[in-house]
């Protein structure tokens, strides 16, 4: 049973093995839950148990025997017609935008700049509601104004042009994949290209927000009509954190008349109009999108191709689940990946890689940034022949 979850996937085998009334206890027997975990909760309440420890088993996936060099990628390249294309933030790096994991990434400064107990909390929905001051005041550094897309952006869009990509999930919110006419792609986390209110549900192009995510001034609906009459001022950042301007936030606050000195009888939870791009936050759900893709998906594609991610966020990270075992998985990263088994990892800049492998193939990748139009040279050729774990 273990040996036909590796060929079927995760979603896959569960539909199958439900389908034909094998009890959850029983399979999660199977895939080595403990007993004393799973004896006295009834059946129905075991499928997220079960989800679980079948992610844990497919994340010790063996990686495949005859897949071991960089000439074997170039032949997998050159032999697949769906490849499933996941691309991180380390994409987009060279084209400006910061990562948010790396020492001088996103996530890092938000430690220094802001003294935030955890910096995701910026991309936190809850946070967001309460303090939307906090992503407002950081959001330019993120937003793709000026921004132009890398050559591993025009590798995408490459296979796509070649017949070859099934589809490019993208974990990045900057659109550079649309900037670069990549159809087949699919944003997991959202982006910066439109925007809604969290109070009455007003949608409007991402472009609207610009001037006020410029400005780093929170950006209130125009439908609502909540915001002041005047652009709201920002408080300075202090070296220790962020200072939150009163009544600014999602959440307006009012006092009591007849006690104006009790803080206690502040009433808190009236939620104010304010634009928030549609990125998915923490605490958010993945677009349906997400899922319907992958379902149509897993029983395609040929090659599994990570770029610039370290696949630390479910549920993206959890792809390579829902994906056969006998499915090539090859990652370009800067640095290796060592929670999951892939076949090849290819370690370095991702643009100096993909160009040297599309000569390697034969094909014609164009971009300002490629030295000599298309290829590289021969001490990036031995580089890359090195950066093999």
């Given at each position: 049973?273990?040996?036909?979850a590796?060929?079927?996937?995760?979603?896959t085998?569960?539909?199958?093995?439900?389908?034909?009334?094998?009890s959850l206890r029983?399979?999660?027997e199977v895939f080595?839950a403990?007993?004393?975990?799973?004896?006295?909760v009834p059946?129905f309440?075991?499928?997220?148990?079960?989800r679980?420890?079948m992610?844990?088993?497919?994340r010790h996936?063996?990686k495949l025997s005859?897949?071991?060099?960089?000439?074997?990628?170039?032949e997998?390249?050159?032999?697949?017609?769906?490849?499933?294309?996941?691309?991180?933030?380390?994409v987009?790096v060279?084209c400006?935008?910061?990562d948010?994991?790396?020492p001088t990434g996103?996530?890092?400064r938000?430690n220094?700049?802001f003294?935030?107990?955890?910096?995701?909390?910026?991309f936190?929905?809850?946070?967001f509601?309460e303090t939307?001051e906090?992503f407002y005041s950081?959001?330019?550094e993120?937003y793709?104004?000026?921004f132009?897309?890398?050559?591993?952006?025009?590798?995408v869009k490459l296979l796509?042009?070649e017949g070859?990509l099934?589809?490019?999930y993208?974990q990045n919110?900057?659109?550079l994949?649309?900037?670069q006419g990549i159809?087949?792609?699919?944003?997991c986390h959202g982006s910066?290209?439109?925007?809604?209110?969290?109070?009455?549900?007003?949608?409007c192009?991402g472009?609207?927000?610009e001037?006020?995510?410029?400005?780093?001034?929170?950006?209130f609906?125009p439908q609502?009509k909540?915001?002041p009459?005047e652009?709201v001022?920002?408080?300075?950042v202090p070296?220790g954190?962020?200072?939150v301007a009163?009544?600014?936030?999602?959440y307006?606050?009012?006092?009591?008349d007849?006690?104006d000195d009790d803080?206690?009888?502040m009433d808190?939870?009236?939620?104010r109009?304010i634009m928030k791009p549609?990125?998915?936050f923490f605490?958010?759900k993945?677009p349906?999108q997400f899922?319907?893709?992958?379902?149509?998906d897993?029983?395609q594609?040929?090659l599994l191709?990570?770029?610039g991610?370290?696949?630390k966020v479910?549920?993206?990270?959890?792809?390579m689940?829902h994906?056969p075992?006998?499915?090539?998985q090859?990652?370009?990263?800067?640095?290796?990946?060592?929670?999951?088994?892939f076949?090849?990892?290819?370690?370095g800049?991702?643009d100096?890689?993909v160009?040297f492998?599309?000569r390697?193939?034969?094909?014609?990748?164009?971009?300002?940034?490629i030295?000599g139009?298309?290829?590289?040279?021969?001490?990036?050729?031995r580089?890359?022949?090195?950066?093999?774990?």
């Open positions: 049973m273990r040996s036909e590796r060929t079927l996937g995760l979603s085998f569960l539909d199958e093995y439900i389908g034909r009334g094998v029983a399979l999660l080595g403990p007993f004393a975990l799973i004896s006295s059946d309440q075991l499928l997220p148990l079960l679980n420890q992610v844990r088993f497919y996936r063996p005859g897949i071991n060099s960089v000439q074997d990628v170039v997998l390249l050159q032999g697949a017609r769906k490849i499933m294309v996941l691309t991180g933030a380390g987009s060279s400006g935008i910061p948010f994991r790396s996103i996530y890092t938000l220094d700049e003294g935030l107990d955890d910096p995701q909390q910026m936190d929905i809850e946070y509601r939307p906090l950081f959001a330019k993120l793709p104004y000026n132009t897309p890398a050559p591993t952006h025009a590798f796509e042009d070859r099934l589809r490019n993208t919110i900057d659109t994949e649309h900037v159809s087949r792609v699919l944003n910066f290209a439109t925007a809604t209110c969290i109070k009455c549900g007003y949608a192009d472009k609207d927000l001037e006020d995510i410029m400005a780093m001034r929170i950006a609906c609502c909540d915001g009459s652009p001022s920002q408080p300075n070296a954190g962020l200072a009163s009544g600014t936030g999602a307006a606050s009012f006092k009591d007849e006690d803080e206690d009888d808190y939870g009236v939620v109009g549609d990125i998915t605490g958010e993945l349906d899922d319907e893709a992958l379902l149509e897993r029983d594609v040929d191709l990570v770029m991610s370290s696949l479910a549920p993206v990270s959890d792809i689940s994906l075992h006998n499915i090539p090859v990652v370009i990263n800067k640095t290796p990946i060592l929670h999951l088994n076949d090849v990892q290819l370690l800049d991702a100096d890689i160009a492998l599309a390697e193939c034969g094909w014609e990748l164009r971009h300002e940034k030295p139009g298309n290829g590289g040279s021969s001490d990036l050729n580089d890359i022949n090195k950066a093999i774990v």
